[in-house]
C-alpha cells in the first residue's frame, strides 16, 4: 500500500492550510494510500545557517529527511507571504535539502496552498514549485491554489468550489498513479 506524508507551512491554529493538508490526507486515504500528517511544530529548526553543519544539524532535520525518504507521496500545504511560500516551509526546505542522502528522490510531491486573496497562493506555489525541482523533486502538474479563504470551505473541511473540487480530484489521482520509474 502506498504510503503518503502531509504537512502545512502554517502552524498557527484556524490555519486553513492546515484545513487543506486535513482534506488531502483524507482524499489520500480514500485512494487506498496510508497517510501520516506531520506537524512541523513537531520539528524544531533553528533558521538555517550553513556555519551549524556540519556538528549542530537540528535532529529534527534529520528525523524529516528520513520520513521523506520512506514515504511514497508528500503533499505540502503552503500559505503565500509577499509572494514566496511560508518562511517555516523555506527553512524547512533549506534544513532537509542538506541531508544525504537526498530525501527528494523517491517521494512524488504535491502543493497546494490557501490564502486570503483572490489569487489563492499561485505566486507562492509556484516559488515553492520551483525550489522543490531544483532540489530534485518530481512535483505534480495540477497546481492547488484556492482563495479566499474565508469562502474556499464548507463545515466539514471540504472545498466548496466545484473547480477546486476538480483539482483535488486530479491531484489525488495523479498523486497516486505518477512513478518515479
Known amino acids: ?5 502531509t504537512l502545512s507551512g502554517s502552524i498557527r491554529t484556524g490555519s486553513y492550510n492546515r484545513l487543506l493538508q486535513a482534506h488531502i490526507g483524507r482524499k489520500l486515504e480514500a485512494a487506498g494510500v496510508t497517510v501520516t500528517a506531520l506537524d512541523l511544530a513537531d520539528f524544531d529548526m533553528p533558521i538555517f545557517n550553513e556555519d551549524l553543519e556540519p556538528d549542530n544539524v537540528p535532529e529534527a532535520a534529520v528525523r524529516l529527511a ?5 514515504h511514497d507521496i508528500i503533499f505540502i500545504a503552503s500559505p503565500e507571504y509577499n509572494g514566496g511560500a511560508s518562511p517555516l516551509i523555506i527553512n524547512t526546505l533549506a534544513w532537509v535539502s542538506r541531508q544525504r542522502p537526498s530525501p527528494f528522490q523517491h ?5 497546494g496552498g490557501v490564502s486570503s486573496g483572490k489569487y489563492g497562493t499561485i505566486w507562492g506555489l509556484s516559488h515553492l514549485r520551483e525550489s522543490l525541482t531544483k532540489v530534485g523533486a518530481l512535483v505534480v502538474p495540477t497546481l492547488l491554489g484556492i482563495g ?5 470551505f464548507d463545515e466539514a473541511g471540504a472545498p466548496i ?10 491531484m489525488v489521482k495523479e498523486l497516486t498513479h ?3 520509474g
Not at 1 to 5: R, Y
Not at 107 to 111: D, L, N, S, T, Y
Not at 148 to 152: F, G, K
Open 161 to 170: 468550489e466545484p473547480a477546486i473540487i476538480r483539482k483535488v480530484d486530479s
Open 107 to 111: 517521494a512524488i510531491f504535491g502543493i
Open 1 to 5: 500500500m502506498p504510503t503518503a506524508l
Open 148 to 152: 479566499p479563504a474565508s469562502e474556499a
Open 66 to 70: 528520513e520520513l521523506w525518504r520512506s
Open 178 to 180: 505518477f512513478s518515479r
